[in-house]
Antibody
Framework: EVQLLESGGGLVQPGGSLRLSCAAS????????MRWVRQAPEKGLEWVSG????????DYADSVKGRFTIARDNSKNTLYLHMNSLRLDDTAIYFC?????????WGQGTLVTVSS | DIVMTQSPDSLAMSLGERATMKCKAS????????????LAWYQQRPGQPPKLLIY???TRDSGVPDRFSGSGSGTDFTLTISSLQAEDVAVYYC??????????FGPGTKVEI
């Protein structure tokens, strides 16, 4: 069974930093491109960032470029999202998701709240 | 970026009725290489992550009931639920992956009973 388990969310002040993690199991993690998608409260889905299966290609939404960094450790089957200079409008549930095109599997998400 | 729009914003239906919702892309998502449309549909129930229903515009994912069907090509797409069930209450999102890894989602259509 495929499982994606996010962690690392929480309450942070504007300008602060957080690191999200996503532990993957049940599939060959190193063979799949991965991505982060977020959902602000009562809002729709927004792609945040993606990374190739080997980690040699990354891309970011314009709204987070220069502030967020996606990474992966294939030896640990884990995906990361380093978030710096957090803003109020970064408040959202952050989902870990797999698949290079459509998303086959989603994690349950981790809530990031940016507030003073 | 390709902008996705969906209509209507919400649908109030009765059990057993046919529900139809639209998705429009700001440019064509038809791949000339395989003649397939890079368009997926998801269902998101309250408090849950999205669930994949359909990819390549009309291919149902494994285990998805056949009352769900997708159609369309180019820029205009439709998701149809042939006979609405209580468990179909959810928000439905379309997503283009023509510009993957930069994917974009529509704003969603909320289905209520």
């Amino acid at each position: 069974e495929v499982q994606l388990l996010e962690s690392g969310g929480g309450l942070v002040q504007p300008g602060g930093s957080l690191r999200l993690s996503c532990a993957a199991s049940g599939f060959r993690f190193s063979s799949y491109a991965m991505r982060w998608v977020r959902q602000a409260p009562e809002k729709g889905l927004e792609w945040v960032s993606g990374i190739s299966s080997r980690g040699d290609f990354t891309d970011y939404a314009d709204s987070v470029k220069g502030r967020f960094t996606i990474a992966r450790d294939n030896s640990k089957n884990t995906l990361y999202l380093h978030m710096n200079s957090l803003r109020l409008d970064d408040t959202a549930i952050y989902f870990c998701a797999n698949g290079p095109n459509w998303v086959d599997y989603w994690g349950q998400g981790t809530l990031v709240t940016v507030s003073s | 970026d390709i902008v996705m729009t969906q209509s209507p914003d919400s649908l109030a239906m009765s059990l057993g009725e046919r529900a139809t919702m639209k998705c429009k892309a700001s440019q064509s998502v038809l791949h000339s290489s395989n003649n397939k449309n890079a368009l997926a549909w998801y269902q998101q129930r309250p408090g849950q992550p999205p669930k994949l229903l359909i990819y390549w515009a009309s291919t149902r994912d494994s285990g998805v009931p056949d009352r769900f069907s997708g159609s369309g090509s180019g820029t205009d797409f439709t998701l149809t639920i042939s006979s609405l069930q209580a468990e179909d209450v959810a928000v439905y999102y379309c997503q283009q992956y023509y510009t993957t890894p930069r994917i974009t989602f529509g704003p969603g259509t909320k289905v209520e009973i």
